[in-house]
C-alpha cells in the first residue's frame, strides 16, 4: 500500500484550515472569559455592601445594648436614692422633711434592682454570644422598670399625711404647710427604664432588617453565573 504524502498546497491549505479554527475557538474563549469576569465582579460588590451593611447595623447594635447596660447601672444607682418626699414648712422655712428611697418602699425597689441586674446580664450575654432574640428579655425590663416606678407616684402622700397630723404647739404655728411629691430619683429611674426599652426596641429592629449574606451573589446572581 503505498501512502502518498500531502503536497505543500494541501499542506498550506490544512494549516491554514487549522489555524482559523484556533483563532475562532480563542476569540470564543475570551468572549467567556470576559463575560465570566463581568459577573465575578458584580457578585462581590454586592456581597460586599451587604457585609458592610451587616457589620454597620452589628455595630450600632453593640452601642445600643453597651446603652441598656449603662441605663441599668444608672437605675441601680437610682434605687437606693430618695423616690418621695414630703415637707412640713411655715413662713418659708422647712420645720420637718420626710422621705423614702426605692428600698424603703418594698417591694418596688427590690423588683427594680433586680430588673435592672438582669437586663445588665442579657445584654452582656447578647453582645458576647450575638443572640439579639435576648434583647427581647432586656425591653421587658425596662418596661418593668417604667411600670414599677410610675406606680409609686403617690408614695409621698402618706408622709404629707402623717407629718400634717403634728400638732401645732410642736412647731408654733397654727397652720402647717406640707407638700409632698415624688423627687427627682424616681424620675431618673423612669427615665433609665424608657431609654433600655428604647435602646432594645431599636437594637431587635436592626437585627430583623439585616440581609442574608450569599457568598454566591445572591440566588438570582448565582442562577446567571451558572448560566454563562
Known sequence: MVHEEP????????????????HRDGEALDARDVLADRGAGAAPSGVGRRRSTVRADTAWGDRLLTLCVAAGLVALFAVPRT??????????????????????????GA??????????VLSLLAGWTGRRGLTIAVLA??????????????????????????????????EPVTHSGP???????????????????????????????????????????RGV
Not at 154 to 174: C, K, M, N, V, Y
Not at 190 to 214: D, E, F, I, K, Y
Open 141 to 174: 425590663c425596662g418596661l418593668a422598670i417604667v411600670a414599677l416606678a410610675l406606680g409609686r407616684l403617690d408614695a409621698a402622700t402618706p408622709l404629707e399625711h402623717t407629718i400634717g397630723r403634728l400638732r401645732i404647739g410642736t412647731f408654733q404655728t397654727d
Open 83 to 108: 423616690w418621695a418626699r414630703a415637707t412640713l414648712s411655715d413662713r418659708g422655712a422647712h420645720l420637718l422633711v420626710a422621705t423614702r428611697s426605692g428600698w424603703d418602699l418594698a417591694p418596688t
Open 183 to 225: 423627687a427627682v430619683w424616681l424620675w431618673v429611674a423612669v427615665t433609665c427604664g424608657v431609654v433600655m426599652a428604647g435602646a432594645a426596641a431599636s437594637s431587635l429592629a436592626l437585627g430583623r432588617r439585616r440581609p442574608p449574606v450569599n457568598p454566591a451573589g445572591g440566588p438570582g446572581e448565582g442562577s446567571q453565573h
Open 7 to 22: 503536497g505543500n498546497g494541501d499542506r498550506s491549505a490544512l494549516d491554514a484550515l487549522n489555524s482559523a479554527d484556533g
Open 111 to 120: 423588683l427594680v434592682g433586680a430588673a435592672a441586674v438582669l437586663a445588665i
